[in-house]
Antibody
Framework: QLQLQESGPGLVKPSETLSLTCTVS??????????WGWIRRPPGKGLEWIGS???????YYNPSLKSRVTMSLDTSKSQFSLKLSSVTAADTAVYYC??????????????WGQGALVTVSS | QSVLTQPPSASGTPGQTVTISCSGS????????VYWYQHLPGTAPKLLIY???QRPSGVPDRFSGSKSGTSASLAISGLRSEDEADYYC???????????FGGGTQLTVL
């Protein structure tokens, strides 16, 4: 049974870098047709896709966040990570990691983590 | 502002049918599949519909999706109290080379 678990600091200071890790169990992160993604939900707002990464290192990033986002994947640890630099209060959100099915025209998130609240505040 | 447009709220009484709309453009809904997710705050979002109208195993057939041109809709029949949640449409956007979500619709079961 696939499980994803987010981890990382719950509080980050403005202008610093937010770092989160997602640990995957019950499935291989090197399976073809699956990217691994990050999505966030700010308080009172809707879901926003941040980016997705394939085990080869191929990435897709949300253009509105691209200049501040770096994603990486560690196959030996079955983990993938998100770094978001120069954060502001607008980056306060619940951050979700998810498996991103990516085959042909199919592009959907079929399994999600429970989410991690990250607050940006001094 | 979201690339895909949804009504912010919808409501219905138990047993009724509720429909949630999602409007996009030729670069997303018009040329790609539409997906629907259900989200109860504090829990993991759940895939409800993929490929416009397909249900993953375990999703009741009370949930159905459709697409026409650059718009899509999610219908929930036989409304139940546990359907009270936020619903999001999503699609791949060819111009942005990424996933776009609707702003979400908060469903209230009266």
């Amino acid at each position: 049974q696939l499980q994803l678990q987010e981890s990382g600091p719950g509080l980050v200071k403005p202008s610093e870098t937010l770092s989160l890790t997602c640990t995957v169990s019950g499935a291989s992160v090197t399976t073809n047709n699956y990217y691994w993604g990050w999505i966030r939900r700010p308080p009172g707002k809707g879901l926003e896709w941040i980016g997705s990464i394939f085990y080869s290192g191929s990435t897709y990033y949300n253009p509105s966040l691209k200049s501040r986002v770096t994603m990486s994947l560690d196959t030996s640890k079955s983990q993938f990570s998100l770094k978001l630099s120069s954060v502001t209060a607008a980056d306060t959100a619940v951050y979700y990691c998810a498996r991103h099915y990516f085959s042909g025209w199919d592009r959907y998130f079929d399994s999600w983590g429970q989410g991690a609240l990250v607050t940006v505040s001094s | 502002q979201s690339v895909l447009t949804q009504p912010p709220s919808a409501s219905g009484t138990p047993g009724q049918t509720v429909t949630i709309s999602c409007s996009g453009s030729s670069s997303n809904i018009g040329n790609n599949y539409v997906y629907w997710y259900q989200h109860l705050p504090g829990t993991a979002p759940k895939l409800l519909i993929y490929r416009n109208n397909q249900r993953p195993s375990g999703v009741p057939d009370r949930f159905s999706g459709s697409k026409s041109g650059t718009s899509a809709s999610l219908a929930i029949s036989g409304l139940r109290s546990e359907d009270e949640a936020d619903y999001y449409c999503a699609a791949w956007d060819d111009s942005l080379s990424g996933v776009v979500f609707g702003g979400g619709t908060q469903l209230t079961v009266l």
